[in-house]
C-alpha cells in the first residue's frame, strides 16, 4: 500500500483556507510601505540631495561621494524604522530568480574589538566587489580575475523584506561586461528612448524623453505542499516528468473565470497585501484555463520597475503559498495535456508629454505618430523574428511552444482587421494622397479616423505569439518563469535599431528637398510593403501556418540550442552594437550561459526521470505483477486445467503487458544514460546542449509512454505517485 501518496491526499483534502486579516482598511494607508520611493525620499533626504538623484536617474550622471553617503544615511535611517538589520545590493544573475548576499550594518569604531556601531556608506551602496565567482558568465571571469561588481540602479527604487534592506543593482564583471538581465535592459531602455525621441521631435519639439512601458500578466499553478512533496519530480524540476492525464482536465472549460475557490483566494488577499506594501500594483486575479492555474497582473509601469516588481512578485508568491500550504508552480508546462504557464509582455512607448506612441489620436497628426511607431515595431519585429524568438526561448518553454495552447515556434504579429486596412490603404495610397496631407490634414486614407476607443474592440487572437491589442502589443510568448528583461532588451534594441534607421532614410529624403510628411510616407509605404511577412491574422496553431511561415522566409528552428544562435548572427551583433546594448563578447558568453543552462536542466531531468521509473515505476509494476502471478499460481492449483486456463485468461494477458512495458521502460532508461554520457564528453556547450536536445530529450516522452501505461493498469492501491486528479484537482 501507498500509505505517503494516501497520507498526502488525505491531508491535501482536509485542508481549509487560512483567514488573512487586511493591513489596513484602505490600500492607501499601507501601499508602498517597505519601499524607499520618491515620495519616501524627499522625507529621509534634503532637497538637494533628491536633485541629485533625479539628475542620476534622468541623465546618468554618476551621484558624487558626498551625496552618495546622505543618500545611504537617509535611507538606513528609514530602513531601521522598519526593523532592518541587514542590507544586500540585490541582483539578477543569468539563472533564474534574483540573488543576495547579506551584510549586517555593524561595524567596529576604533580597534577590532572595540565599540560597534551601525554604519552605511555611500561606498557601500553605490558599488560593491561580488565575492561571488560562481555565478554563470559564460567565460567572461575566467577563475583568476573573478572580480564581479554589483553597482546601484537609482532608477530602481530600494525595499526591505524582513531584516534586510535590498538595493536593486546592476552585476558586471571587472571588465565592465554585463553579467545580469539589468545592465542591457538599461541600456536597452535609454537606447529606445533616444531613437524615440528623435522621431517625435518631427513633430512636437516639447518631447524630451520617451519611456517603454511594461505590463506583465503572470501565470502559474497551485499544487498543495504534501502532494507536492511526495513527486520527486516537481520537487526537483518544477515539472511533472510522469503522470498519466485525469479522466477530466481543461475539456469543460469550467475552470477559466469559474468561482475561485477558498484556499486560494485567501492565498491571493494575501499575495496581494505584501504586493501592495512593496508598491506593486496588482489589479487582476483570476482562474486561468487548467485546473488549478491562476493569473495574476498588475497595472502597467515604466520597464525596468516593471521587471523589478516581476521578479519580486515571484518570489512573494513562493513565500505566501507557503503560508497556506501550497506550492506554486512558476514552471512553464507542469502537466502534459493541460495548458501551461505563460507570462504576457504587454509592451508600449510613451512621452514625458503623455502621448501612448502605440495609442491611436484624435487628429490625423498624432495617428500619423501612432502609425510611424506601429509600422516600426512591425518593421522591428518582421527583422528580427529570429533574435525575438530567441529572446524568449529555454529548455521550459520549449514544452508550452508550440503546443496547441501556446504561441508556436514562429514570431508573427497580429494587428486585428481595422489596423490591418489602414495599412493596406496607406501602402496603395498615391503620392498626392501623401502630400494632400501635408496641406489640408486631411486624408482619405484611414488614419485620420482611427478611433481611439479602438482598445478593446480589437479582435482578440489568442493564437498570436505577437498581438496589437489596442495601445500595446502583448508579447505573449514568455515562459512564466522567465525574466521579463531578457524579451525587452530585444524588443527595445530592435525598436530603437529601427527608429534609428527609419529617422535616418526621412532625413535623407528631406535632404533631398522631400517635405517632412512626404519623407515619411514614401519611407512608411516601403516598411508596409517589406514587413508583410511578419503579419499574420490566422490561427497561429495551424500546421498550414508553419508551412506559410516557411515560406515567408519566417525563422521556423524549433531546437532551443539552434534558436539562441540568433544572438551571434551578424544582425543581432550589429543592433546591440550600434544601440550601446551588449558587445559581441558579452553576447557570446551570454550563450554560453544559455546553452549551459539548457544541457544542465535536461541533465536533471533525465536523471529524475531514470530515478523514478528505477526506484517507483519498475518497482511497483512488478509487486503487482507478482501479485497476479500468484493469483495465477493459486488458480492453477485449485482448478482443473480446461477451468483453469479460462480462469486466468485476465491475468495471463495483464502479467504480459506489465512485463512488456518494464522491459521498454528499463531499456530506454538505460539507453538514455548512455546518451547522456556521450553527450557529457563534449566540451563545447553549444554541442553538447544540440546532443542533449537531439539524443537525450526524445528518450523522454518514449519513457513516460510506457510508466504512463502502467499507472493506467497497476492497482491504484499500490500507486505511489500522486496521480494528476489529485495534483490538479484538490485544493
Ligand atoms: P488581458 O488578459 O485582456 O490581456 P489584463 O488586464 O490581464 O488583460 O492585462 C493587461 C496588462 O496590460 C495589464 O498589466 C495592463 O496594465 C497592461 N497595459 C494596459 N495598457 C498598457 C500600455 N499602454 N502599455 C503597457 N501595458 C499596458
Ligand atoms: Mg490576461
Not at 533625479?54 to 535611507?75: C, K
Not at 485567501?266 to 488549478?292: C, S, W
Not at 508552480?329 to 503623455?354: I, Y
Not at 556547450?685 to 539524443?695: E, F, I, N
Request: aromatic share 10%.
Amino acid at each position: 500500500m501507498s500509505h505517503l501518496r494516501f497520507n498526502a491526499v488525505e491531508a491535501a483534502f482536509k485542508r481549509k483556507a487560512i483567514p488573512v486579516v487586511a493591513p489596513a482598511k484602505n490600500v492607501s494607508d499601507y501601499y508602498g510601505k517597505y519601499v524607499f520611493s520618491v515620495s519616501t525620499m524627499s522625507r529621509y533626504l534634503s532637497a538637494e540631495v533628491m536633485d541629485s538623484i533625479q539628475n542620476a536617474v534622468e541623465r546618468g550622471v554618476t551621484l558624487d561621494s558626498s551625496i552618495a553617503d546622505d543618500v545611504a544615511a537617509g535611507m538606513k535611517r528609514w530602513a531601521c524604522e522598519l526593523g532592518a538589520t541587514h542590507y544586500t545590493h540585490w541582483f539578477q544573475p543569468l539563472t533564474d530568480g534574483t540573488a543576495q548576499k547579506h551584510d549586517s550594518f555593524i561595524e567596529y569604531v576604533g580597534m577590532p574589538g572595540e565599540n560597534i556601531i551601525e554604519n552605511f556608506s555611500g561606498k557601500l551602496l553605490v558599488q560593491q566587489e561580488s565575492d561571488a565567482s560562481s555565478f554563470p558568465n559564460g567565460g567572461i571571469r575566467s577563475t583568476f580575475e573573478a572580480r564581479g561588481y554589483t553597482a546601484w540602479d537609482p532608477s530602481s527604487p530600494a525595499f526591505v523584506i524582513d531584516d534586510t534592506l535590498c538595493i536593486p543593482t546592476i552585476f558586471i564583471s571587472y571588465t565592465g561586461d554585463s553579467l545580469d538581465f539589468k545592465a542591457p535592459l538599461l541600456r536597452s531602455i535609454s537606447a529606445v528612448n533616444k531613437a524615440a525621441t528623435a522621431v517625435c521631435q518631427y513633430f512636437d519639439t516639447n518631447v524630451k524623453k520617451v519611456f517603454s512601458y511594461l505590463g506583465w500578466e503572470q501565470e502559474y499553478f497551485l499544487v498543495d505542499e504534501s502532494l507536492y512533496a511526495t513527486r520527486p519530480d516537481l520537487l526537483m524540476t518544477g515539472r511533472t516528468l510522469l503522470g498519466h492525464e485525469s479522466a477530466k482536465n481543461q475539456q469543460l472549460e469550467d475552470h477559466y473565470f469559474g468561482s475561485i475557490p477558498s484556499r486560494v483566494t485567501a492565498f491571493m488577499q494575501d499575495l496581494e497585501y505584501e504586493a501592495y506594501r512593496y508598491g506593486i500594483p496588482l489589479k487582476t486575479r483570476h482562474n486561468e484555463v487548467a485546473p488549478n492555474q491562476f493569473e495574476l497582473a498588475p497595472i502597467y509601469g515604466e520597464t525596468n520597475l516593471s521587471v523589478d516588481q516581476n521578479l519580486l512578485i515571484m518570489w512573494l508568491m513562493k513565500r505566501v503559498a507557503r503560508r497556506h500550504s501550497f506550492r506554486v508552480l512558476l514552471h512553464e508546462k507542469p502537466f502534459a495535456g493541460v495548458n501551461g504557464s505563460g507570462k504576457h509582455n504587454n509592451w508600449s512607448l510613451g512621452t514625458d508629454t503623455g502621448v501612448g506612441l502605440f495609442t491611436p489620436g484624435k487628429t490625423p497628426e498624432e495617428n500619423l505618430v501612432f502609425i510611424i511607431f506601429l509600422v516600426n515595431a512591425l518593421m522591428a519585429v518582421y527583422k528580427h523574428n529570429g533574435l525575438l524568438k530567441a529572446s524568449i526561448s529555454s529548455a521550459t518553454n520549449a514544452h508550452r511552444l508550440g503546443a496547441n495552447e501556446a504561441p508556436p515556434a514562429i514570431i508573427s504579429a497580429f494587428l486585428g482587421k481595422q489596423i490591418s486596412d489602414v495599412l493596406d490603404k496607406l501602402e496603395n495610397s498615391t503620392e498626392e494622397e501623401a502630400i494632400l496631407l501635408d496641406e489640408k490634414k486631411r486624408l482619405s486614407l484611414g488614419i485620420a479616423h482611427i478611433p481611439a476607443v479602438l482598445l478593446d474592440n480589437t479582435d482578440r487572437n489568442r493564437t498570436s505569439p505577437f498581438a496589437f491589442t489596442g495601445n500595446r502589443f502583448e508579447f505573449r510568448a514568455l515562459g512564466s518563469s522567465a525574466n521579463c528583461s531578457s524579451a525587452m532588451i530585444v524588443l527595445n534594441t530592435a525598436m530603437a535599431a529601427q527608429l534609428t534607421d527609419f529617422k535616418t532614410e526621412v532625413d535623407f529624403k528631406i535632404d533631398c528637398g522631400k517635405s517632412v510628411n512626404q519623407a515619411i510616407f514614401e519611407v512608411l509605404k516601403c516598411y508596409i510593403k517589406t514587413s508583410k511577412p511578419i503579419r499574420f491574422e490566422g490561427n497561429g496553431y495551424s500546421d498550414e501556418w508553419k508551412e506559410e511561415a516557411m515560406r515567408r522566409g519566417l525563422d521556423c528552428e524549433d531546437s532551443v540550442p539552434k534558436i539562441f544562435k540568433s544572438y551571434t548572427s551578424a544582425e543581432s551583433v550589429k543592433i546591440f552594437k550600434d544601440m550601446g546594448v551588449m558587445s559581441k563578447t558579452e553576447l557570446k558568453a551570454r550563450n554560453e550561459v544559455k546553452w549551459e543552462i539548457y544541457t544542465k536542466k535536461l541533465q536533471i531531468e533525465a536523471r529524475v526521470l531514470g530515478d523514478l521509473v528505477l526506484s517507483h515505476v519498475i518497482p511497483v509494476a512488478t509487486r503487482y505483477q507478482s501479485l497476479l502471478l500468484d493469483n495465477l499460481y493459486k488458480i492453477k492449483q485449485i482448478y482443473s486445467e480446461e477451468k483453469s486456463s479460462e480462469l486466468s485468461l485476465m491475468d495471463g494477458a495483464l502479467v504480459e503487458e506489465i512485463t512488456g512495458h518494464v522491459i521498454a521502460l528499463k531499456r530506454n532508461v538505460d539507453e538514455m544514460v548512455e546518451a547522456r554520457k556521450v553527450a557529457n564528453r563534449l566540451e563545447n556547450a553549444y554541442d553538447k546542449a544540440v546532443c542533449y536536445h537531439d539524443t537525450v530529450l526524445p528518450y523522454f516522452e518514449i519513457i513516460r509512454y510506457h510508466a504512463d501505461h502502467l499507472e493506467l493498469i497497476v492497482d491504484d492501491e499500490m500507486w505511489s505517485l500522486p496521480k494528476y486528479r489529485e495534483l490538479l484537482f484538490i485544493r
